[in-house]
């Protein structure tokens, strides 16, 4: 009965911090262009187990992402026509 039952682990390995990783790469709010791989398609902040950042820096982003909405340098949400 080998298989059943317990802890699957799902997908490959872990994602690694690029921020971490990268020490050129900055969280800023006033350059969208990093902070766009954060967003989804949709206008969300995608969350931390999705987008591989430790929690620190994970903080940093969705500030950064709300003070780049705030001045209007991305967007709150898109406009989908359906």
């Known amino acids: ?5 317990g802890a699957k682990r799902r997908g490959g390995r872990r994602k690694v911090d690029r921020f971490l990783a990268d ?3 900055v969280i800023d709010y006033k350059d ?3 902070l766009k791989y954060f967003v989804t ?3 969300k902040i995608v969350p931390r187990r999705v987008s591989g950042l430790c929690a620190k820096n994970q ?3 969705s500030q950064a ?3 780049a909405r705030m001045i ?3 967007p709150f949400t898109t406009i989908n026509h359906h």
Do not use: D
């Open 23 to 25: 020490k050129s790469l």
């Open 41 to 43: 398609e949709r206008g």
């Open 65 to 67: 992402i709300k003070r």
């Open 1 to 5: 009965m080998a298989g059943f039952g």
């Open 72 to 74: 209007a340098l991305m």
């Open 32 to 34: 969208p262009s990093v």
């Open 59 to 61: 903080r940093k982003i």
